[in-house]
Nanobody, 116 residues
Framework: QVHVVESGGGLVQAGGSLRLSCTAS????????MDWYRQAPEKQRELVAF???????NYGDSVKGRFTISRNSAENTVYLQMTSLKSEDTGVYYC??????????WGQGTQVTVSS
């Protein structure tokens, strides 16, 4: 069993910053990738940022240049540094972890609210 826990969400004014964290624990041999997704009300869940075991990263077009994903492999933790936040960044942010190249585990999500 693998547990994924996100933290760091909250309420912030437009233009502000937040740092999200996600830690995976449990029966983990290797982690292929750790991803951040978000879901705004009445919208589909979308990929925000991705980092794989080699350190390769990729970002959704709407966050490029503003968000930075990083990873502490020793602690099975991924971070999402969010800057220049906009109201459209509001949503529930989820962490997805691909374990042992096969299984995907999701966290429960953390709410980010950006006030304009």
């Amino acid at each position: 069993q693998v547990h994924v826990v996100e933290s760091g969400g909250g309420l912030v004014q437009a233009g502000g910053s937040l740092r999200l964290s996600c830690t995976a624990s449990g029966s983990i041999f290797s982690i292929r990738s750790m991803d951040w997704y978000r879901q705004a009300p009445e919208k589909q869940r979308e990929l925000v940022a991705f980092i794989d075991s080699s350190g390769y990263t990729n970002y959704g077009d709407s966050v490029k240049g503003r968000f930075t994903i990083s990873r502490n492999s020793a602690e099975n933790t991924v971070y999402l540094q969010m800057t220049s936040l906009k109201s459209e960044d509001t949503g529930v942010y989820y962490c997805k972890v691909i374990v042992d190249y096969v299984n995907a585990y999701w966290g429960q999500g953390t709410q980010v609210t950006v006030s304009s």
